[in-house]
């Protein structure tokens, strides 16, 4: 370890808040510091609750950190993959899509409702309209921070449980708190000794990673290539959001480009993340949260607020309620060539915004793979809206502004009707694209919107 990254490691563990800009959020958000400690400390009592759970389907509600660290652990099949006994499925729902959510069936399931301040909008939704198909609050389990309005709803309904995490801990980093051990447990994981790997971590290594990621982007190489094992396919899910949400501010950030095989460029930095057991897994995730909070001590930004997230919600906000009414123009699909000709440049990344069903994952994944190919070396991320608002999305506005952006819009979807609200799920996830693309606009981003029946289509039409 480097002596820099040694007096680095030596003053987060102090709780040195020094190591961020005056004024940052830390005094309120280092309890991920110690959650490993504390959750092993509760793991025998929610190993015992998660074995006397007879459900053998488990759907989770949530977004951005409450969401992202669960998909990770469902594995490729769902169960876990080789980590658990398969005891349980997992699907988690992070989406508006109508689409998607039509084809959810509650019949037979555990309902696990997690948001970190309860307040989250696409969270409180969903609720609603779960809850109005299945009627049975002792069906629901909630997670969500101590006192929270989620919490205070979920005591008035008498759900089956409820699980209050400690307030000082951020979505983002809250793996080892409730947010990701209430499902590990769930889907048949050992949460003590998960929790226990974390704690063998070795936070020198881990230092010494946040310094070189810091480092590398202040000279240039601010593309973060991150590949993982095809039994942990989704682990480049949240460590991009937690890298990009963390350090994606100021005009300043890595930007991480989760993918199957990393390409060499001078602006970029290759991360490969090994899974041989539970204990790499559990490591993985520690080490990389130490490692981008000293990353973001480098870059001199706040690694654990969003300031720049509230402003898309807020524009979603005006135009669900009319008071931005603002059209939006849309390239052609044969338009989409020429125009990614004329905006890509060295330097440059390409994010693809794909408003659609969950089920495109790999369709997306397949077309943004041909747009790293056909426009090398520009890095080409992908995401799913609005679970990227709660993510890249920070990073898209307040990072660098080489970012290149492209909505893709469905033709079509079946509508969907929100308990109580005045607005279909159709028509929140249209002003959500709508909210983003006007803060991209007002930060001065380059942004084109094309919509198409399909991404399949689209990928079709490129690849001629």
């Known amino acids: 370890m480097t002596r820099t990254a040694d007096a680095l490691l030596r003053r987060l563990m102090q709780r040195d808040f020094s190591l961020w800009p005056e004024g940052s959020v830390a005094p309120t958000r280092l309890g991920w510091i110690d959650a490993p400690s504390w959750c092993l400390e509760r793991a025998e009592q929610l190993q015992a609750w998660a074995d006397a759970v007879s459900f053998k389907r488990v759907i989770l509600l949530g977004m951005g950190g409450s969401a992202l660290g669960p998909l990770v652990l469902s594995g490729r099949d769902g169960r876990g993959g080789r980590f658990t006994d398969g005891r349980r499925s997992l699907t988690v729902v992070d989406t508006t899509s109508s689409s998607t959510i039509t084809s959810l069936d509650f019949s037979d399931a555990l309902i696990v409702v997690s948001s970190k301040s309860g307040t989250t909008l696409e969270t409180e939704l969903l609720f609603s309209y779960a809850l109005s198909l299945v009627g049975d609050p002792s069906r629901f389990v909630v997670i969500t921070d ?101 350090t994606g501010k100021d005009g300043t950030g890595c930007i991480p480009v989760p993918t199957k095989a990393a390409t060499s460029a001078p602006d970029r930095f290759v991360l ?30 706040d690694p654990f607020n969003e300031p720049n997230v509230a402003e898309a919600k807020s524009r979603t906000l005006d135009r669900l309620e009319g008071t931005s009414r603002s059209p939006i123009d849309t390239l052609a699909p044969d338009e989409l060539k020429p125009w990614l000709r004329s905006v890509l440049h060295r330097g440059s990344y390409l994010t693809v915004q794909a408003y659609f069903p969950l089920d495109q994952e790999a369709a997306l994944d397949d077309l943004r793979e041909l747009l790293a190919s056909r426009y090398r070396p520009v890095a080409v991320t992908s995401g799913f809206g609005p679970r990227y608002l ?12 080489s970012v290149v952006a492209l909505q893709l819009l469905a033709e079509h979807a079946p509508e969907v009707a929100i308990p109580e609200k005045s607005f279909t799920f159709n028509e929140l996830l249209a002003a959500q694209a709508d909210g983003d693309h006007d803060a991209l606009v007002a930060r001065g981003r380059t942004v084109a919107r094309v919509v198409v029946r399909d991404i399949a289509t689209l990928t079709m039409l490129l690849r001629s």
């Open 146 to 246: 101590e006192a929270s309005p989620l919490a205070e709803r979920a005591q008035a309904l008498g759900v089956g449980a409820i699980f209050e995490n400690p307030a000082d801990i951020g979505g983002r980093f809250s793996m080892f708190s409730y947010f990701g051990m209430v499902p590990a447990a769930l889907l048949g994981y050992d949460v003590a000794k998960f929790c226990a790997s974390a704690l063998s971590t070795d936070v020198g290594e881990a230092a010494e990673l946040g310094e070189n990621l810091g480092l590398s982007v202040l000279r240039g190489q601010d593309k973060l290539f991150i590949t993982s094992h095809p039994d942990v396919p989704r682990f480049g899910l949240w460590a991009e959001q937690l890298i990009a949400e963390s």
């Open 272 to 301: 490969s993340m090994p899974f041989d057991d539970i204990a790499d897994l559990s490591q993985a995730f520690y080490g990389l949260e130490i490692s981008i909070a000293i990353c973001g001590s480098i870059l001199f930004v």
């Open 390 to 401: 709660h993510s890249t999305g920070q990073l898209h506005k307040g990072g660098p502004p």
